[in-house]
């Protein structure tokens, strides 16, 4: 382990592609925007709390594309790079990154 950095229970910390850290508050949110039509900021805040630093990294990154102010209920969108990054065969892809557990 390099000094300095933070380790995990499991491992070494992921990563970061194109500025992303798998799993992350923003992969999250970037895997999430890829619903159909996107999510509008009310839907993001109810899903992950407070998020409004990660949603302005993301846009200075050009992953998203936020509406202007003063337009609530206007869906935010994920850029064409940030479709390309979450892609099913992508680097950023939800099979590729999360782990996930069935429930029993």
């Known amino acids: 382990m390099k000094a300095g950095r933070p380790r995990s229970a499991l491992g070494e910390r992921p ?3 194109e500025g992303i850290t798998p799993g992350s508050s923003a992969h999250q949110i970037l895997l999430d925007l890829r619903a159909p039509g996107g999510m509008t900021a009310e839907q993001i805040k109810n899903r992950f709390g407070d998020v409004s630093a990660t949603l302005y990294r993301l846009s200075q990154k050009q992953m998203i594309v936020m509406p202007p102010i003063g337009t609530k ?3 935010i969108k994920p ?3 940030a479709l390309e990054l979450t892609s099913p065969d992508a680097p950023l892809c939800r099979r590729k990154t ?3 557990y ?3």
């Open 102 to 104: 069935c429930q029993l």
């Open 98 to 100: 999360l782990n996930t």
């Open 79 to 81: 850029t064409a790079k």
């Open 73 to 75: 209920g206007t869906y």
């Open 15 to 17: 990563e970061a592609i």
